[in-house]
């Protein structure tokens, strides 16, 4: 059964109640307000899933690959999380994305002709919307102790997104994914999760529907990797925090809803292999829940996908995106977010030279690094640490160099050969 194209919000906020009841998202909310300040705004975003739909790339298996910025807004030292953290969640995110996660064996045997691997991968920033070279990660003190906002405009926390708010101004939006990393607690206590939000200036929605918000995803602090060192209790044990709200909201940024529709059986999301499910799933992982009657193709009726990273499900039962989603996010990424794949030759687009070396090992101990494939012309070889200072710089005309790095954390490589440059992140742990 065709599902009904309902909407997709301009804002996929996702929430963490106080007094530990969990709302991890606003979609509803923020699609009837906007409905309200703008009418026909539910109509016109229909429209952008029928474009998504209409634009669906049947061939899975060209790599998209999106370039990503980390910025890291804090007020205390618990909020300036490490580079592991950082690494930890992209790891976590391709891992998701590609279909790598080892606990895809949990899925359920139902669905495992529905699933599959999304071919899109996201990489850390080598080069700054200046050109100049860049770890992907920036940070940035802030006298704000929260970013929650309730204030108007749609957004959660859109301060963190501006210089003058208390964070920091976005990168290109077209060319870079933003990912804010900041506090949105209440009275202390963790309440908001993250959000996010598809492009400005979508032609399919209406005129100011984004007015006062920023494309991009915001996370808050302590959700962010699974090697996360603060611990959320609220007083029924520590989360379990696998890094899967980055997952879920990036989903968001790349058009897909929430897997039950924002509502009951009548509500769905915009996607034919997705089982229709009532409300959400309260962060369970009950999989005897079957609370709406569907039909998945010669499938028929299956039970509510819990596993399904768009679920209100725990994120220890979550491993899975549909076909159909997946279809949907490439759809996305090849009609409203075209800027992002932009180099894709597939796409008719002319290729970005890609560098012919390559660094190893990487991640190192700092020893016995080897940087192999050099042209055996002269090559000009520099290495940058994070605040992008010149600390080793080396001219040969070899195939191969090897160096040494002291110190620990993520390094620029930059390489210049026959007018031609290129870098590379090289990680010392």
Sequence with gaps: MMKNLLILTMLAACSLAYAQEYHRCYTHE???????????????????????????????????????????????????????????????LNADYRRLNADTLNLRDTFQTIVGDSYIQFELATIDPDGNPTTGITRTETDETSFLDFGGGGGIAEGVKSTAGGGINPWDQEHYLNIWICDMSLFGTPFVLGYATPPDGLPHWPAGSTAGMSDGVVLQYEFVGSNNPNVVDLGSGPLDVQGRTCTHEVGHYLGLRHIWGDGDCTQEDGVDDTPNADDQSNQDCDISKNTCTDAIGVLGDLPDMVENYMDYSAETCQNSFTLGQIDLMRGVLEVERIELINFNPVLGIPSQPQPQWTVYPNPSSGENITISGLSGEESKVEVYN?????????????????????????????VLEAGNTSVKLLIII
Excluded: W
């Design 30 to 92: 923020s699609m009837q307000a906007h409905e309200e300040a703008y009418p026909g705004y539910l109509a016109r975003v229909n429209e952008t899933f029928e474009r998504a739909k209409a634009h669906e790339s049947f061939d899975r298996s060209t790599l998209y690959t999106v370039k990503v910025v980390f910025h890291v807004v804090y007020n205390t030292p618990e909020e300036n999380l490490a580079d592991s953290v950082i690494l930890n969640q992209l790891d976590g």
């Design 386 to 414: 994070e605040a992008g200072k010149l600390i080793k710089e080396f001219v040969t005309h070899d195939e191969l160099l090897n160096f040494e790095l002291e110190s620990k954390g993520i390094f620029i490589v930059k």
